[in-house]
């Protein structure tokens, strides 16, 4: 129904215009022209602004890349009145590949110490169990560290 009203709103629109026209002089309809001209520059420039970033945002939702701009027509996404086509717009994100999100480096780079201090380090009761070479490298190995600290 909206879209019913919408088409005979548009066409009302075209014939108070067509009437207007009729009854200008040459050089009002040279100057109409003129704003009209510019008015579609104006809005084919920014339809195409508001393309690009349309397809940035649903690319970036759903987690794709777009190629390049230079690679794209842009002017395919727009409908017939000049505005942005969103469903031709998800229709060509949902179409691209989505790419594995791996990070550049480590992630636990920088964050310091991780765990307790006793992490891997031996308790009384597993020296009782040991023997004296056992001991000395368990020493040399540092897993009594906390113990002789007495942190155990």
């Known amino acids: 129904m909206s879209r019913k009203n919408e088409a005979s709103f548009k066409e009302a629109h075209r014939e108070l215009d067509q009437l207007r026209s009729a009854g200008m002089s040459e ?8 704003r009209q001209e510019a008015r579609t520059a104006a809005l ?3 339809n195409e602004r ?3 970033a349309e397809l940035k ?18 002017n395919r996404f727009l409908d017939g ?5 969103t469903e031709a717009i998800a229709a060509f994100v949902s179409a691209l590949p989505t790419t594995k999100h791996t990070p550049a480096y480590r992630q636990d780079l ?7 201090s006793t992490a891997g380090q ?3 009761s597993d020296l009782s169990r040991m023997t004296p070479a056992q001991v000395n490298k368990a020493r040399d190995e540092g897993r009594l560290d906390a113990l002789m600290r007495g942190e155990l």
């Open 50 to 52: 508001l393309v690009a």
């Open 27 to 34: 050089q009002e309809r040279a100057i109409e022209a003129a």
């Open 81 to 85: 009145e000049g505005t942005p086509d």
């Open 110 to 116: 920088g964050l310091g110490r991780q765990g307790t």
């Open 57 to 74: 945002a649903q690319a970036a939702a759903a987690g794709t890349s777009l190629p390049d701009a230079d690679f794209l027509n842009l």
């Open 44 to 46: 084919s420039e920014m």
């Open 122 to 124: 031996l308790t009384r």
